[in-house]
Structure formats: C-alpha cells, structure tokens
C-alpha cells in the first residue's frame, strides 16, 4: 500500500526567498506522483506531476519538484517566493491506476513580506 | 463555466438530520470521489466510484452514503448528521484513459453540523 509523508506542517519564509516543501512516500510500485496546492476558501489545484517521464518535474507558477527513487522523496521547491504562494500544500501519490489517490496531510506556506 | 460543480455551497444542519451532498460534472469522467477535509489532516477519501455500476468504500465510510445516478452525477448522503461531520467536503472527478490519474476538484462543500 502507498502512503506519503508531509515532513512540515507549516512553512514560513521571507518574500522572495527560496522554498522548499519535503514529501517522502512510499510505494509497492512505481509511482505517479503529484503536488496540489489550495488557497484560501479554494477548491483543490494541480501544481505539477511525475509519471515516471523526467525526474525533474516542473508546474505551474514557477515550481518544480524532483522525484528521487533512491531517497522516496518529491520535494516541492521554488527559487524565490512570492505572496501570492500563501496557501497549503498537498503531496500525493498513486501506486497503479486502479487504486485511489494517497494525500499527505499538508504543508501550510505563509510568506513573509 | 466550471467543470466540477457542488451544491450546496455551505450548509448548516442539526443533529439526526439526514442531508444530501451532490456533485456534477462536465468533463465526462468515469471516475468520481468524495473527500472530506479536517484540518491537519489532508483529504480523507470517503467513497470512489469507477463508473456508474461501481461503488467503493473509501478510509472513512461509516455514517456516510453515496449514489452515483449518471456518469455526471454522484451524490454523499449523511444519514443521520452528528457534529463530527462538520467538515470541509470536496467532489473530484478523473480520467482513467490518460496517462496519469489527474484529478480535478469541485470548489467544496462547507458544512457545519449543530
């Protein structure tokens, strides 16, 4: 069975500073991968996904997220932050296409100004 | 106009009441799910149906029904509300055909149970 593991409930950093959002999994398979991200009073939006193409994954709004087998991590990361990132963050992860998606339990982001 | 729409948008209930979540969409997905939503607790899968003649129990499916009447349509019933239900409840909806399972979310159901 899959599972996933947000390692930080909540992540603040300054305005225009780096962000780095850990996920680690676990899988029997090889896995799909994926970040959502949820702003305030906001349904649910695709960020990026991993499907075993390139191993470095790039989304929308500047992020990107690098899938490693070796470490079972898909770490969610952007160059520089801007206030509109505030929001919360969920990590998943799909072991075969007949089995529902897994959700970590989310990384709220706050930025800074 | 969206592709995943939820009504109602909020909902205030009292305890023992039976409510009705339902969820429409227009992508022409197979694949539709119900999530609910407890703070620091991600998103909790409730039922999933695979097509019409397919439902599925999720993580937490006790005091909680489903009926998929369409390929569009799926609905969440409580069938007898009890406050630790007050949650946050998303619809999602996924195509098995493409090449990964994205799913696409419906805005939320807020409800409240007194």
């Known amino acids: 069975a899959q599972s996933v593991t947000q390692l930080d409930s909540h992540v603040s950093v300054s305005e225009g500073t780096p962000v780095l959002l850990r996920c680690n999994y676990s899988?029997?398979?090889?896995?799909?991968l994926f970040w959502y991200v949820q702003h305030p009073n906001k349904g649910l939006q695709l960020l990026l996904k991993?499907?075993?193409?390139?191993?470095l994954v790039k989304g929308i709004n500047g992020f990107e997220a690098e899938f490693k087998k070796s470490e079972t991590s898909f770490h969610l990361t952007k160059p520089s932050a801007h206030m509109s990132d505030a929001a919360e963050y969920f990590c998943?992860?799909?072991?075969?296409?007949?089995?529902?998606?897994?959700f970590g339990k989310g990384t709220r982001l706050s930025v800074i100004a | 106009d969206a592709d995943v729409t939820q009504t109602p948008r909020n909902r205030i209930t009292k305890t023992g009441k039976r409510i009705m979540l339902e969820c429409s969409q227009t992508?022409?997905?197979?694949?539709m799910y119900w999530y609910r939503q407890d703070p620091g607790l991600g998103l909790q899968l409730i039922y999933y149906?695979?097509?019409?003649?397919?439902?599925n129990k999720g993580e937490i499916s006790d005091g909680y029904s489903v009926s998929r009447q369409a390929q569009a349509k799926f609905s969440l019933s409580l069938e007898s509300a009890i406050p630790n239900q007050t949650a946050l409840y998303f619809c999602?909806?996924?195509?098995?055909?493409?090449?990964?399972?994205?799913?696409?979310f419906g805005p939320g159901t807020r409800l409240l149970v007194l």
């Open positions: 999602a909806t996924s195509d098995p055909r493409g090449p990964e399972e994205t799913q696409y």
């Open positions: 899988s029997s398979y090889s896995p799909s």
């Open positions: 991993y499907t075993s193409a390139a191993t």
């Open positions: 998943v992860v799909s072991d075969l296409g007949n089995t529902p998606l897994v």
């Open positions: 992508k022409g997905h197979d694949r």
């Open positions: 149906s695979f097509d019409v003649k397919d439902i």
